[in-house]
């Protein structure tokens, strides 16, 4: 019995081996243009453009799909595919749902079962439960993908929008166009360009660009302008979208990484099932083991 677990033991561990073998061997190319394509899609897994995931659809968009198939991403990422791919923009695909808001599932506890047919369908493993337990949602890891509702045999799991903070400004808008004079940058104490970072502020790397953080909003830049421009309160703006970029990119990574994990465990377990030796095999292997050498 011993010498049958071993051999079931050595096997796995094969297997095991094997897999790390192949990851070492066969690295993951993040240069890669599948890999640049998956940087830009939002990360939800939801696999409403028909593909298993967003790296799947990374991939095939680099073989030629179309760019219009990712409802989460919207317009928004249709534009920055055409602009990295230089392909015309599209309008989103019919054939997929229309873009909402972002949302997150929430599980009614006093209608589940515990049946865990929810856990698996998640692909970024934002459901908590067991068999025969009450099950609850990770709000903060949950992407809205949707694919936890069909599993559901009680319909206890609903999609909240998370409505939009109230309190979010809306960007100031100057009194008059810029005319270039560089008053505010020759008085900003900071050295910076406040002309230029307004000039750009519609650019996603205008912080990063002219340096946005090292804004003191002492306002000199306002009391200098011969056109009004509210300058300060137009970065203020401009910081916060900024750091509402940066967060929305972290979680779409978190998301990702959590998306490999599942992905990873699903493809272990597969390999351990196929590794297994038949229930004949096994016997077969215990009857020589009691039989001793021949």
Request: glycine fraction near 6%; hydrophobic fraction near 35%.
């Amino acid at each position: 019995m011993i010498s049958a677990m071993l051999t079931l033991g050595g096997i796995s561990a094969l297997g095991i081996a094997m897999l790390l073998w192949a990851d070492r061997r066969y690295p993951e190319d993040r240069d890669s243009l599948p890999a640049i394509i998956d940087q830009l899609l939002p990360q939800t897994q939801c696999a409403q453009c028909g593909y298993g995931g967003c790296r799947p659809y990374a991939e095939a968009i680099a073989e030629g799909a179309p760019i219009n198939l990712c409802p989460p991403g919207g317009e928004a990422l249709i534009k920055q595919l055409s602009h990295q791919l230089n392909r015309p923009e599209l309008p989103l695909s019919a054939e997929v749902p229309a873009t909402v808001p972002k949302q997150i599932a929430r599980i009614d506890e006093s209608q589940c079962i515990g049946c865990t047919l929810c856990i698996p369908a998640c692909p970024v493993d934002a459901i908590v439960g067991a068999q025969q337990f009450t099950h609850t949602i990770i709000e903060s890891e949950c992407t809205g993908c949707e694919l936890c509702l069909p599993p559901c045999p009680v319909d206890c799991i609903t999609l909240i929008p998370v409505a939009e903070l109230d309190t979010a400004p809306l960007p100031p808008k100057p009194h008059a166009p810029c005319i270039r004079c560089g008053e505010c940058e020759l008085h900003c104490p900071k050295s910076l360009a406040p002309q230029m970072l307004l000039l750009q502020r519609d650019h996603e790397t205008v912080a990063l660009d002219w340096n946005l953080g090292a804004c003191i909003e002492c306002r000199w830049c306002d009391r200098v302008c011969p056109a009004d421009i509210p300058l300060t309160d137009i970065f203020k703006w401009m910081k916060l979208e900024d750091q509402t970029r940066v967060t929305q990119d972290a979680e779409a990574q978190q998301a990702l990484h959590r998306y490999e994990r599942h992905e990873q465990r699903v493809a272990s377990k597969r390999t351990e099932i196929k590794t297994r030796p038949k229930q004949s095999d096994a016997s077969a292997l215990l009857e020589r083991i009691k039989a001793g050498p021949q």
